[in-house]
């Protein structure tokens, strides 16, 4: 049987996609989707059928009943421009020579029976009253941080502001952060699910200084290695992709892979063995400061002489890897102030489809 036909921008995907390519499922046994995206968009064509992908998936869609391909194209937004149209059938085709054959086209659009037509498709019109999901593309990207619920785990991940707090030892980076999680959990809405993301770097600290314990060895005495950075990064990358999937539009991270790749050099010394990540417009960096912060001993603390040399460390890598960052320096509440405008400024950037 052949496939049914989901296109658009998908710009960016929300659940009413996710309904409206489930609804095609259930018409035929798979569905093809088209992903066509403007040059100079916001978001990639790639990035956005990755996490309409990802959406399609975690509401029970199978991938295998799925066929996405995306590309882009120049064509004006006219649907009631007939040439337009008929330009836009075009792009379609093209991009259906590559995939399975389609007989169907599921759409949520008005003037969808007429756009089957240029096609050669039958048409099957799914809730064009947008009741089941009551928000349009361009209502979101008109209001993103309001209507971040009806987006789907992959576009979460995608769209998310990623505030990274690092600095050396006891500089009030996980102060900051959490408490930078309380001020935007009290803006309520969709704040109210920012998530923060623990330093599992220090969770793999402590179970080492449990293990030169049960050994009978002085506490730093089990080794550092590769594989222990190797560790920390990955669960470190897990933990915030599963933060930015189920939270709000901020997730605040206390350290990142970045960091792990300068902690790694702190303690093996040489090169670091672990890639250097690449960057993201969503991701901004918060150094703090040692100056006038006592230094707070615990269990696993040991670089007390060291919070100058590492702070410096953190900003030249940040530099020469062109990120984007800011110093935090005086008290928690001022941090927090600072930092709260720059995140703010960040998601008027991110959150903007025009301007890109």
Not at 188 to 215: C, H, P, V
Not at 223 to 247: C, K, M, S, Y
Not at 262 to 277: D, F, N, Q, T, V
Not at 306 to 328: K, N, P, Q, V, Y
């Amino acid at each position: 049987m052949p496939a049914a036909l989901v296109t658009g921008t998908f710009n960016p995907p929300h659940m009413g996609h996710v309904k409206l390519i489930k609804a095609a499922i259930e018409k035929r046994d798979h569905v093809v989707i088209v992903v066509l995206a403007q040059p100079h968009d916001r978001l990639a064509a790639h990035d956005r059928a990755r996490a309409l992908l990802q959406d399609c998936v975690a509401e029970g869609v199978v991938e295998s009943a799925m066929t996405i391909v995306h590309g882009y194209e120049s064509t004006p937004y006219k649907p009631d421009n007939p040439d337009v149209a008929k330009s836009n059938a075009r792009v379609i085709e093209a991009h259906l020579r590559h995939t399975p054959p389609v007989d169907l086209l599921v759409t949520s659009e008005i003037n969808g029976e007429q756009f089957a037509q240029l096609l050669g498709l039958h048409c099957f019109s799914f809730d064009p009253e947008r009741t089941q999901v009551p928000v349009s593309s361009t209502q979101i990207r008109e209001g993103l941080a309001k209507n971040w619920h009806l987006l789907g785990p992959g576009s979460r991940e995608l769209l998310s502001i990623r505030a990274v707090f690092i600095g050396a030892e006891s500089t009030g980076t996980t102060t900051t952060t959490l408490a930078v999680q309380a001020e935007l959990i009290k803006r309520g809405g969709n704040f109210t699910s920012t998530n923060w993301i623990r330093e599992y770097g220090r969770d793999l600290t402590m179970r080492k200084a449990e293990q030169a314990e049960a050994m009978g060895l002085p506490e730093y005495e089990v080794p550092w290695t590769t594989n222990d950075f190797v560790e920390i990064a990955i669960v470190q990358q897990q933990l915030e992709d599963v933060a930015a999937r189920t939270g709000g539009p901020v997730v605040c991270c206390d350290t990142d892979v970045f960091a792990t790749i300068i902690w790694e050099r702190r303690y093996l010394g040489g090169k670091a063995s672990l890639p250097m990540p690449a960057d993201s417009q969503n991701r901004i960096y918060f150094v703090t400061q040692p100056d006038g912060v006592p230094f707070v001993q615990d269990k696993i603390r040991n670089s007390e002489g060291l919070r100058e040399t590492m702070t410096r460390e953190f900003e030249d890598d940040l530099i020469s890897t062109g990120r984007s960052w800011m110093a935090l320096d005086g008290s928690v509440e001022t941090r927090v102030a600072i930092a709260l405008d720059a995140i703010d400024a960040a998601m008027a950037q991110a959150f903007d489809f025009h301007t890109h």
